[in-house]
């Protein structure tokens, strides 16, 4: 790759390959932190592109990413707490199951022994661990 405008049109068409721009113009906007023709006019005259572009770039990455990695671990503990939700009416239905083939004295007893316990922090005290570590940049 020869120049840096070359370097940002690469980026840009890979990024529209894979769906996370849309056009030059939010690529330009966006990810570079100019008007919506500056590839474009900047492609067109030929014109050496400023450091401090290519540092807004990667900036803009690195908080995407941030951003992302903050949305995959919420997605996965609300994953892991329907899993556990989907484990506790599993133990419910048996308890229903186990309710229907006893006597009347002995479901009580049967029924007050929990079958799973389940100990979970919480997306809050994740998220502030996260951020004290400066793990995720704050908004």
């Not at 474009?40 to 450091?51: I, K």
């Amino acid at each position: 790759m020869g120049s840096d405008i070359e370097l940002l049109e690469a980026v840009c068409e890979r990024m529209q390959q894979v769906g996370l721009v849309q056009s030059k113009a939010e690529f330009s906007t966006r990810m570079l932190g100019k008007g919506p023709s500056y590839l474009t006019s900047m492609s067109a005259r030929d014109r050496q592109v400023p450091e401090e572009v290519v540092a807004f770039l990667s900036d803009q990455l690195t908080a995407d990413i941030e951003a992302d990695d903050v949305a995959i671990f919420i997605l996965s503990e609300q994953c892991n707490q329907r899993q556990r939700d989907q484990d506790h009416r599993h133990d419910l239905l048996g308890w229903i199951a186990h309710h229907r083939a006893l006597p009347m004295d002995d479901t009580v007893k049967v029924l007050a022994q929990p079958k799973s316990t389940v100990t979970a922090s919480s997306i809050r005290q994740k998220l502030t661990g996260w951020l004290s570590r400066r793990r995720v940049a704050m908004p």
